[in-house]
């Protein structure tokens, strides 16, 4: 009776450890990648989004946010792999740029990266967004764009983007987001809003599933849909068959020049060749004074 009660608590133990593993590889591998739909304050995170400045390339149909700042690696890398996924979807991505706040006292943005700021909520100039992010962050000087700092009005402009990205953080951490960059603000299928912080890429799958965005875009064409390849005489490539073409005319002989004779038997079949001519014999030996040469 002991020894059953020992393997029946180990069993258990067992179970217990077997059960909390897998809940932890389900939430790890699966469960924290997933977005999160909004349940309350959707009017509020709404009304921000619709009244921030956001710069996009087009495409019409459904609007997909993006909210980062400049430096933010993930949120490059998301732009130049799944936004042209989206708009094959009919997805609009719209980006918000922010400036980030400083942070004990240092500045975490440059006066360039605060100037473009403010001339993208100004202007929303998609053509001025597409040449800052082609060109990198140290580079970039934000020559004949008026600067922010000095200037009372873009200054301004500047600290809206950063309340943006204040308000509309602690409304999505009260839904229970996590907070990392980029942003990503969404309505599924059914209308419900969803947002995500999409710093890893294992979560980028769930927004193209929501929005039925293809996993690729830019497929190479098929081997029989490729054009035929044009063949040039003389330039080495095998010549087509051409239905149409004549044969090859059967030429006669050409019989042997004057003074020659034909290499051929009088059956008309090729003579043999002549037999190879008797090899030299070797030399013989000859004993000198000191050395035997051959």
Same mark, same amino acid.
């Given at each position: 009776?002991?020894?059953?009660?020992?393997?029946?608590?180990?069993?258990?133990? =067992?179970?217990? =450890?077997?059960?909390?593993?897998?809940?932890?590889?389900?939430?790890?591998?699966?469960?924290?990648?997933?977005?999160?739909?909004?349940?309350?304050?959707?009017?509020?995170?709404?009304?921000?989004?619709?009244?921030?400045?956001?710069?996009?390339?087009?495409?019409?149909?459904?609007?997909?946010? =993006?909210?980062?700042?400049?430096?933010?690696?993930?949120?490059?890398?998301?732009?130049?792999?799944?936004?042209?996924?989206?708009?094959?979807?009919?997805?609009?991505?719209?980006?918000?740029?922010?400036?980030?706040?400083?942070?004990?006292?240092?500045?975490?943005?440059?006066?360039?990266?605060?100037?473009? =700021?403010?001339?993208?909520?100004?202007?929303?100039?998609?053509?001025?967004?597409?040449?800052?992010?082609?060109?990198?962050?140290?580079?970039? @000087?934000?020559?004949?764009?008026?600067?922010?700092?000095?200037?009372?009005?873009?200054?301004?402009?500047?600290?809206?983007?950063?309340?943006?990205?204040?308000?509309?953080?602690?409304?999505?951490?009260?839904?229970?987001?996590?907070?990392?960059?980029?942003?990503?603000?969404?309505?599924?299928?059914?209308?419900?809003?969803?947002?995500?912080?999409?710093?890893?890429?294992?979560?980028?799958?769930?927004?193209?599933?929501?929005?039925?965005?293809?996993?690729?875009?830019?497929?190479?064409?098929?081997?029989?849909?490729?054009? @035929?390849?044009?063949?040039?005489?003389?330039?080495?490539?095998?010549?087509?068959?051409?239905?149409?073409?004549?044969?090859?005319?059967?030429?006669?002989?050409?019989?042997?020049?004057?003074?020659?004779?034909?290499?051929?038997?009088?059956?008309?079949?090729?003579?043999?060749?002549?037999?190879?001519?008797?090899?030299?014999?070797?030399?013989?030996?000859?004993?000198?004074?000191?050395?035997?040469?051959?």
């Amino acid at each position: 009776m002991r020894r059953l009660l020992i393997w029946s608590a180990l069993a258990a133990l =067992i179970g217990l =450890i077997l059960a909390g593993v897998g809940y932890w590889a389900y939430w790890n591998f699966y469960s924290r990648f997933q977005p999160v739909t909004i349940s309350r304050d959707q009017a509020q995170i709404q009304q921000l989004l619709d009244e921030a400045s956001w710069v996009s390339g087009g495409g019409g149909g459904e609007p997909l946010y =993006i909210i980062a700042y400049r430096d933010s690696a993930s949120a490059q890398r998301y732009e130049r792999e799944e936004v042209a996924k989206l708009r094959a979807a009919g997805v609009e991505a719209r980006v918000i740029l922010f400036a980030r706040a400083d942070r004990e006292g240092l500045p975490q943005s440059t006066p360039a990266e605060r100037a473009t =700021i403010a001339e993208l909520w100004l202007t929303r100039d998609w053509s001025l967004y597409q040449r800052w992010t082609a060109t990198p962050a140290s580079a970039w @000087t934000a020559v004949g764009i008026p600067p922010a700092d000095g200037n009372l009005a873009r200054s301004a402009v500047v600290e809206a983007s950063r309340q943006f990205e204040t308000r509309l953080s602690a409304l999505l951490k009260d839904a229970g987001v996590q907070i990392t960059y980029p942003l990503i603000l969404w309505r599924d299928r059914e209308g419900f809003l969803k947002a995500c912080g999409c710093a890893d890429s294992r979560a980028w799958t769930f927004i193209r599933d929501d929005l039925n965005a293809p996993e690729r875009v830019g497929q190479a064409e098929p081997v029989d849909a490729l054009p @035929t390849t044009e063949t040039t005489p003389g330039d080495g490539s095998p010549a087509a068959a051409d239905p149409a073409a004549l044969p090859y005319p059967a030429l006669p002989a050409i019989p042997p020049a004057a003074g020659q004779t034909p290499n051929t038997a009088p059956n008309g079949t090729p003579a043999p060749a002549s037999p190879p001519a008797t090899p030299r014999a070797a030399p013989e030996a000859k004993k000198q004074d000191d050395t035997t040469f051959f």
